[in-house]
């Protein structure tokens, strides 16, 4: 199983950028489907933008465009690159792995990392 760290979270004012790192131990990012989610306050969890074993991405309407997801396999480490912050993208950012293809489905990622805040101020 893989272990997951989320960092670069935090607080930035509407239209700044922010890059989150995802650093995973125990096995090879490249093995996995690795996927960005989100969750705010009172709402559940959903899918931000995803990578697949074959580097191809995928992200959600609502911050395509704005964020990019990428991996450095030397690392062990997924990024998401996040450029012209509204304050609706303030939620705990999540980072998870699947194996095998990619899919957008919280209940298919089985390995969690604990999360990091990203609060975006209007």
């Known amino acids: 199983q893989v272990q997951l760290v989320e960092s670069g979270g935090g607080l930035v004012q509407a239209g700044g950028s922010l890059r989150l790192s995802c650093a995973a131990s125990?096995?090879?990012?490249?093995?996995?489907?690795m996927g960005w989610f989100r969750q705010a306050p009172g709402k559940e969890r959903e899918f931000v933008a995803i990578?697949?074993?074959?580097?191809?991405?995928n992200y959600a309407d609502s911050v395509k465009g704005r964020f990019t997801i990428s991996r450095d396999n030397a690392k062990n480490t997924v990024y998401l690159q996040m450029n012209s912050l509204k304050p609706e993208d303030t939620a705990v950012y999540y980072c998870a792995a699947k194996s095998g293809r990619a899919t957008m489905v919280v209940d298919d990622f089985g390995s969690w990392g604990q999360g990091t805040q990203v609060t975006v101020s209007s």
């Open positions: 125990g096995r090879t990012v490249s093995a996995y489907a």
């Open positions: 990578i697949s074993i074959w580097t191809g991405t």
